[in-house]
Antibody
Framework: EVLLVESGGGLVQPGGSLRLSCAAS????????MTWVRQAPGKGLEWVSA????????YYADSVKGRFTISRDNSKYTLYLQMNSLRAEDTAIYYC????????????????WGQGTLVTVSS | EIVLTQSPATLSLSPGERATLSCRAS??????LTWYQQKPGQAPRLLIY???NRATGIPARFSGSGSGTDFTLTISSLEPEDFAVYYC????????FGGGTKVEMK
């Protein structure tokens, strides 16, 4: 059974940093691209960042480019999102999501999602 | 950036009725259109990929159609568990989501 469990969310002041983790199980992690998608309270979905299965290719939405860094440790079956220079508009539930194809390339749609971790940026 | 516009914003229907949800793209996305369902407090769930392919385990009452700029998600006969928010997403040019359609019980 595929399982994705996010952690690391919490309350942080504007300008602060946070690192999110997504622990994966139930599939060969290194074979699949992974993506972070966020959802502000009561709002729609927004793609944040993605990484190929090998970790060689990374992708960022313009809204987070230069502030967020995605990475993965395939030996630990874990995906990360390092978030720096956080702003109030980064407040959201952050989901990690798995690509459906085991090519390692980013297919840009998602067959499994974690339950999310809430990040609140406020003073 | 490709903008996806979903309509209507809210659809009020009764169980057993047919639901027709629309997603319109600002430019052609070919067939690279995905539909998700999201219930309150839950993560999105994949329903349809590449415009018309049902994901594993999705009931046959869900169907997708369209190509280019106009897409439709149809729920042939609403079950109580289908009342939720539905999002479309394109992957033709980077990745964007529509604003969602809420299907609520009348």
């Amino acid at each position: 059974e595929v399982l994705l469990v996010e952690s690391g969310g919490g309350l942080v002041q504007p300008g602060g940093s946070l690192r999110l983790s997504c622990a994966a199980s139930g599939f060969t992690f290194s074979n699949f691209a992974m993506t972070w998608v966020r959802q502000a309270p009561g709002k729609g979905l927004e793609w944040v960042s993605a990484i190929s299965g090998s970790g060689d290719s990374t992708y960022y939405a313009d809204s987070v480019k230069g502030r967020f860094t995605i990475s993965r440790d395939n030996s630990k079956y874990t995906l990360y999102l390092q978030m720096n220079s956080l702003r109030a508009e980064d407040t959201a539930i952050y989901y990690c999501a798995k690509d459906p194809r085991d090519s390692g390339s980013w297919y840009k749609y998602f067959d499994y999602w974690g339950q999310g971790t809430l990040v609140t940026v406020s003073s | 950036e490709i903008v996806l516009t979903q309509s209507p914003a809210t659809l009020s229907l009764s169980p057993g009725e047919r639901a027709t949800l629309s997603c319109r793209a600002s430019q052609s996305v070919s067939s690279y259109l995905t539909w998700y369902q999201q219930k309150p407090g839950q993560a999105p769930r994949l329903l349809i990929y590449d415009a018309s392919n049902r994901a594993t385990g999705i009931p046959a009452r869900f169907s997708g159609s369209g190509s280019g700029t106009d897409f439709t998600l149809t729920i042939s006969s609403l079950e109580p568990e289908d009342f939720a928010v539905y999002y479309c997403q394109q992957r033709s040019n980077w990745l964007t989501f529509g604003g969602g359609t809420k299907v609520e019980m009348k």
